[in-house]
């Protein structure tokens, strides 16, 4: 069976570009994040007013370790996690980051 997790990008400002992801694979999840290419982090956020990160991943140290993020299996938060890297060596924020497998 197939993974599929999308990710549609709602804005971006200030070099943050934020992304609605959503799956009903691996249990399925419903959150928000904001791709930070200044500081080369991801802010995970419950909520789409963007105020209060529950989770802030950063990956300027070599064995940074992902953990939890609270209703978001492991297995998503890494492949978002990938997918998140690859913006950070883009010019922009694409519209969809979405994965599929």
Do not use: W
Not at 28 to 53: A, E, M, V
Not at 65 to 74: E, K
Request: aromatic share 14%; hydrophobic share 40%; with cysteine.
């Amino acid at each position: 069976m197939g993974i599929y997790i999308k990710m549609h990008k709602i804005l971006e400002s200030d070099q943050i570009g934020y992304y609605e992801i959503s799956t009903d694979h691996f249990g399925g999840c419903y959150f928000f994040i904001g791709i930070d290419k200044r500081n080369k982090s991801i802010q995970c956020f419950l909520t789409k007013d963007f105020s209060t990160p529950i989770k802030i991943i950063t990956f300027d140290r070599e064995n940074e370790m992902l953990s939890d993020l609270p209703g978001v299996n492991a297995n998503i938060l890494g492949r978002v996690a990938i997918k998140a890297l690859h913006v950070f060596a883009m010019s922009d924020f694409p519209e969809y980051l979405d994965y599929a497998s």
